[in-house]
């Protein structure tokens, strides 16, 4: 007689071959090659710390659209909060253009780490129909780079250079003024991609790497979400790391583009200059909004104007010193901070994915308990 067997319970190694050397990639390259697996790992090492880095930016945008959203809800009494329902979700709308092979590891870290929801994510590629996994997630697949943006909070470009030309054919002049573009092109320098769309909110990651230091020690088998769940991992990829021996860094400016992008959807939110800093020391440094900090963000570490912020070009925010520069360089205990939230959003996941997992085994247990 035969037995079925449930096999999403059993735990099936991916790589069957991860402990025959025959059959390992390295096994067929001369000695002459060797020394280039090196740019294995670096490709690797790139592309998770960029697409980490982007999910790390649109989770902390969408954390600061829900808390503002919750700032200009007028509390409610228990009993209120009985009979009416919560308040709605203000969703920051990512878009992708372009869902490559990065664009498709950044579409899957965004909607497990970055709060946001398949029908928040939009994608426009010249082959959409080869999407389905994300179509069947309830994600809008389509070919229209014009309307993409014009929907899209947070853009990503996530093309081929030689690509680029038709994309800002299609989108120079459609992008809001709100929005801000995020660009994985590593060869087009941001300057360049300023003048060819004509818009100055664009933001991108420089990355260098240690020759010194191979990173033989990362783990390039695995996908980028995988790689995501490492907690080591993960701090290698926040550009404010603290580590020594870190064989690919990222530009400190980054987190610059960070901040000041967040100021900028204060702004736009009508919150003053105290509800600001206050809300940026809360997600970015997971403080407490009712309690002193010695260590924290204050308003003068942005500018020295009085009153509400002003709307930051963070075109100029890229190419010179702001009054941030030195605080994000010099003190380390606030970059320590930042590394910890950094992290924290990644580990979050994990923490309520643990939460679920023995809430449906208790659930699966009150219902074994009845039906005997």
Known sequence: MATSI?????????????????????????????????????????????????????????????????????????????????PPRDPLLVGLIGCGRLGTQLANC?????????????????RPELLNALSDRGVRCFYDNHQLVQSANL????????????????????????????????????????????FPAVVKADLSWSAEDSGLDWDCTEDVCTV????????????????????IQTDTKWAELLLYTFLNLCTSKELSQEETVSLVNQIVLGQLASKEYDVRFTSLDFTRRKGKFP?????AVASRETPLTKTINQNTELRALFVKQYKNIFDKFYYWKGIKQLKKKSEEGDVRLRST
Do not use: W
Not at 65 to 85: G, M, Y
Not at 228 to 247: A, R, S
């Open 6 to 86: 449930d096999i999403s319970n059993l735990n099936i190694v991916s790589d069957i071959t991860r402990d025959l050397p025959s059959l390992q990639f390295e096994s067929s390259l001369t000695e002459d090659e060797k020394p280039y697996l090196g740019l294995r790992v670096r490709s690797h090492a790139i592309g998770s710390s960029l697409c980490g880095q982007a999910t790390y930016f649109t989770a902390i945008l969408n954390q600061a659209r829900q808390n503002i959203l919750e700032l200009k809800t007028p509390p409610q009494t228990k009993a209120s909060k009985l009979l009416r329902d919560a």
């Open 110 to 126: 965004l909607l497990t780490y970055a709060d946001v929801q398949s029908s928040e994510l939009l994608i426009s590629t010249r």
């Open 155 to 198: 853009i990503f470009l996530c093309v081929l250079p030689s690509h680029l030309a038709d994309v800002v054919e299609e989108i120079r002049g459609s992008i809001s003024a709100t929005s801000t573009v995020y660009s994985f092109l590593s060869s087009v320098p941001l300057s360049k991609l300023r003048y060819c769309l004509g």
């Open 228 to 247: 995501l769940e490492n907690q080591v991992q993960v701090e290698m990829t926040c550009p404010l790391n603290l580590l020594e021996n870190c064989f």
């Open 311 to 315: 709307i930051f070009d963070i075109a």
